[in-house]
């Protein structure tokens, strides 16, 4: 399923008036003069006013006039089934048999459930198959289905698959004699046209393969009580499902033919990465939503791969929304978005109700690959925000039963899939204490968490005694900023190629990185190491500009380029990371625009129509893209720096106070860990032994294990915990808060309100004229990061008795605190809500010997004013 419908209102879609349009493997033939030709016909004004190359004018063509090269059913039409099957009744009917066609004798779909490749109802041939429509009918030419035949290309080779669209009713027939018809491409088209009503036939003749079936059936989904299990990631979200099979009876098919699937009890939902030219599965699903489409009733989704590949595929000018860092929004989920779909229709949406709408996709992707309905929802969250997390998705998904009591969070669950691996390989003394330290670099955010347990084999099941407490974390790096500085690299390069500059630059850049930069940062710091990568950086933004929120209030045409730019860049750098990360036997990775049939799989091919330069000091797209190349040794040393700060950041203080001898286990998490400098770094600090890094170079490229360890771990918790196999006991600590909350005195003094495990509550005062208090938020390195004003106004204060503020505020604000409180003074009270991740301020004033209280105001330490945001506008 790659899209998801938003119902406003009731659907009633109007009928569009029919355009002419074209293919775009029909226009490469045509000349120059014969795509002008149509771009007067059509009155598209641009080819008029610029005159336009070959290339540019299909692309215009496309954009407006444009045509997919298969026309497939996919979508409900009013009528539309009864359109053709008139037709097909009507009709003389030629039935071909010149084509040997191997296909499925049983086919089983499910009421309002795609059908999907990963259902494995293939068909093959030896002769030539095209992506038509294939119509399921009985023998007297009801249409009781209507499938599409979709093209994967695996193993270097083409492969067919039945698939059929849930919203496009199926039925079974009284008469169980059915045939699956295939057709060629000419008239697959007659069909579409019929059914979308852009053809007005009621009779003719058709030709057509009749395959005949031996079994059809339609079924209900049936609800179970097994819980579906989720790791909403930064970057990519994980789902599965943990397999008792005298339970679950009704699992897919494809999975019953793979027999060394049947041994793995843990089933993850599978999507193919629609990005590649070749079939990938992969078990991570992005954290992307587009927009496609608005309309006065209906929003429409894309998500995951379907969204990047619909952002690459977009034109500059287009207006495709497109979504990343979601999880972030948990800070402020209540912020409206402005959206815009690709025919520049704009509105607002709630950001709670776009995570809703990607949630819900991954339930129902979920639905189509297990065969039933899930109802229990298992979504593992940050330890830091648990609560709130557990409040967001119990809102938003309040149509599925949400667990909150038995819930790990990330870091915990981590840490028990490790345990489950100590317990299967029997490697743990029963009743020693160990403690471990789980790193979590995810896609934004990068957290520490340490943990304690206890193991004991008992009579009828395992006891486990956990501890967990969330330590340290640094919301401003995660696998972004990876990307982000590969990113900084290519376009310093690309400008430089498009200037015809020489390389030195990007030599020297390389160059200054040459140096012990684990020691240099223990010297300087990590901006002067990264000081020339980012003036170079700046420099290009002259040539190759990406700050596209500076560009808000030039043309549209200037913004979409800036914009196009960022993106098209930020996804490049993000391919080149993947590659090195997957495969650490790539030395060099080649990027370029060239169609080259000989191209490896070490090149990355780019559009280089996404890219616009200044030339002449006017914007304009690039023609003549310039190939660069990028090595191992290079990439490396641009992140070996960032990668090392941050472990220096979460672990210097213990190793220099000797606590890190006293853990026996360092994991690290997160796909972003899958890089050596990772565990270079760590062993800085620690003995290689203790850390716990997989890194099979052999299986390298299908290894998602520190993606999935969470997703492992709540699933092999689930299961323990529901089927007895192991009595858990849980328990979490308050969470140590990075963060320290200041203000200052009438004297100018900083007092400290706020700091960490040592320090939850304080309160300041001042003279009451004006009810205001400028609040800082600092990290643990004293930088500011944030400034929060507290303001109450004369009509917001209410009396109160002492007696009334110990009852409102117990262990928060004591009867002394208030009783010293003098005439004309007003005492601001501040105090850390960790579960809401976050702070309090309220405050007490005294007139005329009477206590009055102001509003109560809730601040959260993260926000998207202060967070870095790689997707701001502003890089």
Known sequence: MSSYSYKLHRDNTKEQKYKTTYKEQDLKLMTTFQLREICIKEKIVKSLINPLDKEELVRLIMKYRGEEDSLLINKFRDNGLERVEKFLRRSDKIIMDDKSI??????????????????????????????????????????????????????????????????????????????????????????????????????????????????????????????????????????????????????????????????????????????????????????????????ENNIEYIFGYDAIKASKKSYIDDGLTIFYDIKRWISDFEKVEKVIDINEKTTFIIRKDIMKAYLEHIISLANQRFKCKFKNIYISCPSKQKYKFNILFKEILSDYVVESENILDESAAVLYNTISELIERKKYIEGEK?????????????????????????????????????????????????????????????????????????KRIIEEFDIDIFRFIDKYGIEKSYELLNEEYEKVENIIPTKFKLYEYRSKEEYYKVKSNYYFLFELAEQVKKQFFTDPSILKIALTSKDNEKLDEDTIKFDKWKLSYIYKDKLQMVKDAPNISINAYEINTLLKGDIYNIIKRFLEDLYYE??????????????????????????????????????????????????????????????????????????TNTPALPYVISAYTHQGEEKTLIKG??????????????????????????????????????????????????????????????????NNEVKFFVWAKEELWGFYTVAILRQDEKLYIGKEKFYSFENDQWERNFFDGLK
């Open 434 to 506: 160990y403690k471990a330290l789980i790193i979590d670099c995810g896609g934004g955010t990068t957290d520490l968490s340490a943990c304690n347990f206890t193991i004991y084999n008992n009579r009828v099941s395992y006891e486990l005694n956990i501890e967990t407490s969330y330590e340290n974390g640094d919301t401003d790096f995660g696998g972004n900023n990876l990307t982000f500085r590969i990113m900084q690299f290519i376009k310093i390069l690309m400008a430089k190629e498009l200037c015809k500059e020489d390389d030195f630059v990007s």
């Open 658 to 731: 000797d606590e890190l001898v006293d853990y026996s286990i360092i994991k690290l998490t997160g796909q972003s860990c899958r890089v050596e400098i990772f565990r270079d770094a760590l062993k800085e600090f620690i003995p290689g032994k203790v850390i716990q890094f997989k890194r099979n170079k052999k299986e390298a490229k299908e290894n998602f294990d520190l993606k999935l360890a969470c997703l492992k771990g709540a699933l092999k918790y689930l299961h323990a915990k529901n089927f007895g196999y192991a009595d858990i006991t849980i328990n």
């Open 757 to 822: 495990r040592d320090k939850t509550k304080g309160y300041i005062s001042r003279f009451m004229e004006k009810i205001f208090l400028k609040l800082y938020l600092k990290d643990t390195h004293g930088n500011i990061r944030y400034e929060y004003e507290y303001e109450t106004k004369d009509e917001e204060l209410n009396p109160i008795l002492p007696e009334e503020i110990e009852k409102l505020y117990p262990n928060t604000i004591n009867q002394h605190d208030t009783d010293n409180i003098v």
């Open 102 to 295: 191997e296909y499925p004798g049983k086919i089983i779909i499910y009421h309002d459930l795609d059908t999907e490749i990963y259902d494995e109802y293939i068909i093959d041939s030896k002769s030539n198959l095209d992506e038509v429509n294939m119509l399921l009918v009985d023998n007297t030419f009801k249409i009781c289905s209507i499938f599409n035949l979709k093209r994967i290309k695996e193993n270097g080779k083409d492969k067919y698959f039945l698939i059929n669209k849930g919203c496009i009713p199926s039925e079974e027939s009284d008469i169980k004699h059915y045939s699956l018809l295939y057709f060629e491409k000419n008239e697959s088209e007659l069909i579409y046209d019929i059914y979308e009503g852009n053809k007005n036939i009621t009779e003719g003749s058709i030709k057509f393969y009749s395959l005949p079936i031996l079994q059809f059936e339609v079924k209900k989904l049936k609800e179970t009580t097994m819980p579906l299990a989720i790791d909403f990631g930064t970057s990519n979200t994980t789902a599965g499902i943990y397999i008792n099979k005298e339970k679950f009876s009704s699992i897919n098919r494809s999975f019953e033919m793979n027999e060394e699937s049947d041994k793995k009890e843990i089933k993850f939902v599978q999507v193919v990465d629609s990005t590649k030219e070749y079939k990938k599965l992969t078990p991570l699903i992005p954290s992307v939503v587009g927009v496609r489409n608005i309309t």
